[in-house]
């Protein structure tokens, strides 16, 4: 079957369709905070060239938005590298449970799996297959997902890179992008627990906010990820 025809055939799939349906959704708030990024990205002094490789390379905004003001303050490498791994720790609990549906996949595949997915991916991942068992229409709903979200986020990262010098400041673009990041957010909050690990996360990070080189984010991530741990330890011996 030619490359064409696949492409179609997967088009036309009920679990793709599903997938990309349910991305739809919160498109509009991950556009808008793909913008702001790409525009933080070249006000924080990147050139052109480094901020469109950074979106493709990185693909990861929160990991952006939070690495490009210690970019810009020539903070150390050792902090930059901290505080980006510190904000991209939960990517390893949701590698431990797409574990469970990928495992039996080649290693390339799930290598681009792993870099193609985001927070969103997956929630609606888990929320559609529940049981953590590799089972038929994962791999096609979970692409689905991905030529909804990737496609935006490159989309509206690359227009913030070309516009940046453009647009106004006035506009508060970047309280757009907040509101945006929220809503996502809201999104991931689907039981009491994360609810307490966020307000864990907002206080710490407004009480240390006066600390240099934004260090507030990584004492808000050490917080809440140990507050997380204990109420989670709490609830697994109940």
């Not at 681009?112 to 994962?138: E, H």
């Not at 260090?215 to 709490?234: T, Y």
Request: charged share 10%; net charge positive.
């Amino acid at each position: 079957m030619s490359l064409l025809k696949r492409l179609r055939a997967l088009a036309a799939d009920p679990d793709f369709r599903s997938g990309a349906r349910d991305m739809a959704s919160p498109s509009l708030g991950l556009a808008a905070w793909g913008l702001v990024t790409g525009v933080t990205m070249v006000k924080s002094g990147l050139s052109l060239q480094l901020a469109m490789g950074m979106s493709l390379l990185v693909f990861a905004g929160s990991a952006q938005l939070t690495a490009l003001p210690l970019i810009a303050s020539g903070a150390p490498l050792w902090v930059l590298l901290a505080t980006a791994f510190c904000v991209n720790l939960r990517f390893v609990i949701f590698s431990a449970q797409w574990r469970n549906y990928w495992s039996h996949l080649p290693l390339r595949r799930r290598l681009l799996n792993g870099y193609l997915s985001a927070d969103l991916n997956f929630v609606y991942f888990v929320k559609r297959y529940p049981d953590a068992v590799p089972a038929p229409g994962q791999q096609r709903y979970f692409w689905g997902g991905v030529a909804v979200n990737w496609p935006t986020w490159q989309v509206a990262s690359f227009t913030g890179i070309l516009l940046a010098d453009r647009i106004p400041p006035h506009w508060g673009i970047g309280f757009a992008g907040v509101l945006a990041l929220l809503g996502l957010s809201y999104a991931l909050l689907a039981e009491k627990l994360l609810w307490w690990v966020a307000i864990t996360a907002g206080a710490v990070s407004i009480a240390t906010y006066s600390l240099p080189l934004k260090l507030n984010i990584l004492c808000a991530i050490v917080a809440a990820g140990a507050v997380g741990w204990w109420l989670d330890s709490r609830k697994a011996a109940r």
